[in-house]
């Protein structure tokens, strides 16, 4: 018996113990209400979905491989947990490994999703997988969730970016084939805010204004001959990068604007500071943004000193993310995403673990989601899906459909293809709300 597994329910015995109840008591339609899977049934992703649309999105993306075994799926009593110990967290029956110490405390604003599972164990094709929905191949680029987002919604009308990507950016799928103006803005650190944004010592504004006047004047004849979608893309993002430059929302970027108090919260690690500059861009309006947790890929040495600092930084951020959202009301009106490439191995001869893509774990919370539970569960040792197997294609349609998104929409690629948001996954009817 797996006693992590549950939803509002301690054990598998006591929801089979309701369940025949149920049966008994009741009649058979009761029984999909009291025992249905890890959470009470809702019926069909359609009818689970028609709530509010979350105003927001924050992805928090694990690059490396987040081991399962040591933060959100432990499996005290098997050989393959390793040295790593686990707690209690909220949640009765849902334990967590001990370096995720905060955000036990949070579990009932959670939905740990489990039995996530892959086939690919590749860094640079789990990511693109991840982002994306698809399989990376060379004919086309797909584009990321957040491009899907503003692309679906439409961009925000204003100067703040519709999409920001808080570390991350090599290799990001960014666009895809959709507009390159959906591009997320780069910012490269939390700490340092948007690079270039500041007019060059000595240079008034009317200065800057001439010269903005001259370079549009250069480019007209070069844009009327070509009339490149690309380069009218770019003069998009000129523009708007431009108009950032003069607007009241940079400040948004700034964390000098928060007290020592709450960036110590966060942590003052590359996690902390991003989740904060998170909160403050889909408090100032941002529809979309993506914060990057590197460095998971610990195949070698990793109890002692990089697992515990990576996921204690992890859980600092986000646990204090999810409590600052909730303080200002916002967890109401953001859908929150943690996501990872895959999972890890039982422990390696090196003391550490190895790529995994078999079973691994991901987390919603906030607006769209039911939460306070784990859905799914993989075996004993954590090495495969027990119940409830999720593809990476059904948890990201079931982002998309917390979101309120239009997953069961074919949109046509440049080469004539049809694509949708979360590539054509089934949502998990039992974890929207």
């Given at each position: 018996?797996?006693?992590?597994?549950?939803?509002?329910?301690?054990?598998?015995?006591?929801?089979?113990?309701?369940?025949?109840?149920?049966?008994?008591?009741?009649?058979?339609?009761?029984?999909?209400?009291?025992?249905?899977?890890?959470?009470?049934?809702?019926?069909?992703?359609?009818?689970?979905?028609?709530?509010?649309?979350?105003?927001?999105?924050?992805?928090?993306?694990?690059?490396?491989?987040?081991?399962?075994?040591?933060?959100?799926?432990?499996?005290?009593?098997?050989?393959?947990?390793?040295?790593?110990?686990?707690?209690?967290?909220?949640?009765?029956?849902?334990?967590?490994?001990?370096?995720?110490?905060?955000?036990?405390?949070?579990?009932?604003?959670?939905?740990?999703?489990?039995?996530?599972?892959?086939?690919?164990?590749?860094?640079?094709?789990?990511?693109?997988?991840?982002?994306?929905?698809?399989?990376?191949?060379?004919?086309?680029?797909?584009?990321?969730?957040?491009?899907?987002?503003?692309?679906?919604?439409?961009?925000?009308?204003?100067?703040?970016?519709?999409?920001?990507?808080?570390?991350?950016?090599?290799?990001?799928?960014?666009?895809?084939?959709?507009?390159?103006?959906?591009?997320?803005?780069?910012?490269?650190?939390?700490?340092?805010?948007?690079?270039?944004?500041?007019?060059?010592?000595?240079?008034?504004?009317?200065?800057?204004?001439?010269?903005?006047?001259?370079?549009?004047?250069?480019?007209?004849?070069?844009?009327?001959?070509?009339?490149?979608?690309?380069?009218?893309?770019?003069?998009?993002?000129?523009?708007?990068?431009?108009?950032?430059?003069?607007?009241?929302?940079?400040?948004?970027?700034?964390?000098?604007?928060?007290?020592?108090?709450?960036?110590?919260?966060?942590?003052?690690?590359?996690?902390?500071?991003?989740?904060?500059?998170?909160?403050?861009?889909?408090?100032?309006?941002?529809?979309?943004?993506?914060?990057?947790?590197?460095?998971?890929?610990?195949?070698?040495?990793?109890?002692k000193k990089s697992l515990p600092v990576?996921?204690?930084?992890?859980?600092?951020?986000?646990?204090?993310?999810?409590?600052?959202?909730?303080?200002?009301?916002?967890?109401?009106?953001?859908?929150?995403?943690?996501?990872?490439?895959?999972?890890?191995?039982?422990?390696?001869?090196?003391?550490?673990?190895?790529?995994?893509?078999?079973?691994?774990?991901?987390?919603?919370?906030?607006?769209?989601?039911?939460?306070?539970?784990?859905?799914?569960?993989?075996?004993?040792?954590?090495?495969?899906p027990d119940r409830d197997v999720v593809?990476?294609?059904?948890?990201?349609?079931?982002?998309?459909?917390?979101?309120?998104?239009?997953?069961?929409?074919?949109?046509?690629?440049?080469?004539?293809?049809?694509?949708?948001?979360?590539?054509?996954?089934?949502?998990?009817?039992?974890?929207?709300?």
């Amino acid at each position: 018996m797996n006693p992590t597994v549950g939803w509002g329910e301690s054990a598998i015995d006591r929801r089979r113990f309701f369940a025949h109840v149920a049966r008994a008591a009741l009649g058979v339609s009761a029984v999909d209400w009291i025992s249905g899977g890890n959470a009470f049934r809702r019926g069909s992703a359609e009818e689970a979905g028609r709530g509010r649309q979350p105003n927001s999105v924050i992805m928090v993306f694990c690059s490396g491989g987040m081991t399962h075994l040591d933060t959100l799926d432990p499996k005290p009593g098997s050989d393959a947990q390793g040295p790593t110990k686990t707690i209690q967290t909220k949640t009765p029956g849902v334990l967590f490994g001990e370096h995720f110490q905060q955000l036990a405390g949070v579990s009932d604003q959670l939905a740990v999703v489990r039995a996530v599972t892959t086939k690919t164990g590749d860094h640079l094709d789990a990511r693109y997988l991840m982002r994306t929905s698809y399989p990376r191949i060379n004919s086309i680029l797909h584009p990321s969730f957040g491009a899907w987002l503003l692309h679906s919604r439409g961009k925000v009308d204003r100067a703040l970016p519709g999409f920001v990507l808080i570390g991350g950016q090599i290799e990001h799928p960014g666009p895809g084939f959709l507009d390159p103006t959906l591009s997320p803005m780069p910012v490269a650190s939390a700490d340092a805010g948007v690079a270039n944004v500041s007019r060059r010592p000595g240079v008034t504004p009317e200065e800057f204004n001439r010269r903005l006047s001259m370079t549009y004047r250069f480019d007209q004849a070069f844009k009327k001959k070509y009339r490149d979608p690309q380069v009218a893309a770019y003069d998009t993002l000129y523009r708007d990068a431009v108009r950032l430059m003069g607007s009241d929302d940079l400040g948004a970027f700034d964390l000098a604007g928060e007290s020592d108090a709450i960036r110590d919260a966060y942590g003052r690690t590359p996690e902390g500071q991003g989740c904060l500059l998170a909160r403050r861009l889909v408090e100032a309006g941002t529809p979309i943004v993506e914060v990057e947790s590197a460095q998971w890929d610990h195949h070698a040495d990793m109890f002692k000193k990089s697992l515990p600092v990576k996921a204690g930084a992890l859980d600092k951020a986000l646990a204090s993310l999810i409590k600052d959202l909730a303080q200002r009301g916002l967890l109401e009106t953001t859908l929150v995403v943690l996501a990872t490439e895959f999972g890890r191995s039982a422990v390696n001869v090196n003391a550490g673990r190895d790529h995994h893509p078999a079973v691994f774990s991901c987390v919603l919370a906030g607006a769209g989601v039911r939460v306070g539970g784990a859905y799914g569960a993989s075996d004993e040792d954590g090495h495969s899906p027990d119940r409830d197997v999720v593809t990476v294609e059904d948890f990201n349609t079931t982002v998309a459909a917390a979101a309120r998104l239009p997953y069961t929409e074919e949109f046509l690629a440049p080469n004539g293809r049809p694509f949708k948001i979360g590539g054509g996954g089934t949502p998990i009817a039992d974890l929207l709300a």
